[in-house]
């Protein structure tokens, strides 16, 4: 069977400075697969340019088969591919359930005439996802809260719970644990691994190694740009270009 | 039911309550006033779609407003069309109008377009000062036929009340759904983060077009009002103060919600009205109101996410009047 993301050759040019180079990879269906790399090495652009938030500069991205490197952003998600922001992009003034709606929006579509002719069938299937995507992420509870209220770790919940409104087939996490504390790291692994075994293919980046190598089936190691590593965790861990990588980083960090 | 008791209390206010408070304190001119706020709620109404619920600052509504003006204002005179077609054809050619104007604009956000709009009021403004072939420039165009039908009822202040009345009404409707539903959190959404809405699969261009196209709508049939009512207008009736005006209105009120709107316009143009005893001073009072409540209530005297709430529940907007959020299946 054919991988569900497979990237091809991809770049990313920011000016001179080269953020993705000649980026391939593969994510398999229903596979967990982790994306790591020192701070800057371009797995954010990375992720942008899988879900054509900002335009490759070379290359191509199939998902499901399909060339989706000129699409648009919301072309991409309404394929199937759901993303979480580093920086927790919910929205401030709406509440928990309004947010998590925006996602089903996503997924079924938004047209002035259906809330015009009050069409309730439709509102019946968004309010049907987005109680489902509550309540995957545990937040039934707080549905009618503004988000700004909710503390930070279930911030976190909300926007993979909008993102599984979209029903997505892919799901990316940028840093889901950033923040978090030990146990919420623990319980926030669980949550993600109930997820891909209802069948969820999933992306992630993540700088708690932890939660990477026990989460993950594979993982790609990324630095200044390309890829220099890809297999299990037990691979990952014992690779000396990997550890090189890593303690290199260190070394400029510290000069 | 609580839906029901709901619209017929808004409708009585409306259609019975408000013309007789206006006949008893002497009708005639209370009348006219009256009309000019509701002419004025519908274009504070309309705007709050793009800049209150979209998030787009728009500063050339007045613009929009002068287009479906001088639309009715020709149909009518030049050929006779009755207001039932003006109207609606008027707010048509105004979407239109704002389409083809917006869609250059679409990707500009924040200050830019704000600015872009504020040139596009402007523009239009000037066109309809200098094309004098077409809209006679400075002089403006008189004997605008009032709103009749023949047989049934004739052009007076009451005629007129109950004219914009019904179109405002009508608007609130319209924008009430849009805004209310679920529809109208992809507008937020758009507002909030556009970036993270597109990732959640919202269409942003098209929302922005759309909100664009309703509001330039009602702008326009509230243009037509404008005409009908007063019988005479000119492009200085039509200015960037109008716009201004507009979004005071908008902020007082409460930005995004549809409620906030029509207090906006109640107050800063009820206001002068009230205080006429006091000349000149009641310009500062009326200064010193915004200035206050812009200081107290930053998110306007009716704020959105509570008006929100409240007129989702009360106007069965809600998909589920008990947890006022969604059907649970
Ligand atoms: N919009 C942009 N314009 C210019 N440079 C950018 C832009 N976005 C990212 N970069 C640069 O590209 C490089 C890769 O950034 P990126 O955010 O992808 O790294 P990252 O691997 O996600 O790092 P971190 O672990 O800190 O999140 C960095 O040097 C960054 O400064
Ligand atoms: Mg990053």
Redesign the pocket.
Known sequence: MTPLLEIKNVSRY?GG?H?VEDFSGQVQRGERVGLI?P???????LFNLITCFTPLSAGSVFFDDKDISSLKAYQVARLGIARTF?NLRVMPNLSVFDNVSIGALGALGHSPFSALLHHRNYAKDISRRTWDALEQAGLQGQASEVAANLSYGKRKYLEIARALALSPRLLILDEPAAGLNDTETAQLGEFVMKLSKEGLSILLVE?DMNFVMTLCERIMVMASGRKIADGTPQEISNDPVVLEAYLGSEEEEAA | MRRIISVSLLLAAVLIVVPGILTLVGGGYWFRVMTTIGVFSILTMSANLITGTTGLMSLGHAGFYGIGAYATALLSTKFGWPFYLTLPVSGAITAAFGILLALPTMRLIGIYFAVATLGLGEIIHVTLLNWVDFTRGPMGISAIPGVTLPGVFTASDTTHYYAVAITALIAAFVLGRLTHSYYGNALRAVREDDQCAASMGLNVVGLKIQSFAFACFFAGVAGGLWAHTTGYISPGDFRFSESILILAMMVVGGLGSLPGAVLGAVILLGLPEFLRPIGDYRMIVVGAVMFFSILFLPRGLLGETPVLTVVRRQFGLAWDAKSNLGWRQ
């Not at chain 1, 701070?39 to 652009?45: D, P, V």
Request: proline share 0%.
């Open positions: 920011f400075l953020a790399g701070n800057g090495a371009g797995k954010t652009t580093q700088h």
